[in-house]
């Protein structure tokens, strides 16, 4: 059994976070983000296999870093957003408040 290590990925995590709420993360092409990090602005990449790339150190040397994580997290809230803003048009064109 391999000994539990939380705190390299939810620090990930945690910074993704916060990259996504400061509006950080932005999309560049259909396929490419920008992500403004702390030391300068990274490029992060969808390749055609679906996985994603970017262009830091962290990455480089590991494999994963929390620009890639920001990307992730903005896509999967910019999903949800836009089910809710579909929700919400819905019952704005049914136009009833109550009964
Ligand atoms: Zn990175």
């Not at 620090?11 to 976070?17: C, D, H, I, P, V």
């Not at 259909?30 to 403004?36: A, F, K, L, R, S």
Request: some cysteine; proline content about 3%; overall charge positive.
């Amino acid at each position: 059994m391999e000994a539990r290590r939380p705190s390299g990925l939810e620090r990930l995590t945690e910074k993704a976070q916060k990259l996504v709420e400061q509006g950080r993360v932005y999309r560049t092409e259909p396929d490419q983000y920008g992500v403004i990090g702390d030391h300068g602005t990274y490029t992060v990449v969808r390749t055609p296999d679906d996985r994603l790339h970017c262009n830091c150190q962290g990455f480089l040397q590991r494999g994963r870093c929390s620009h890639i994580a920001a990307v992730l997290l903005f896509e999967s809230q910019k999903r949800v957003r836009k089910e809710k803003k579909e929700g919400e048009w819905w019952k704005t064109s049914w136009g009833y408040e109550g009964s």
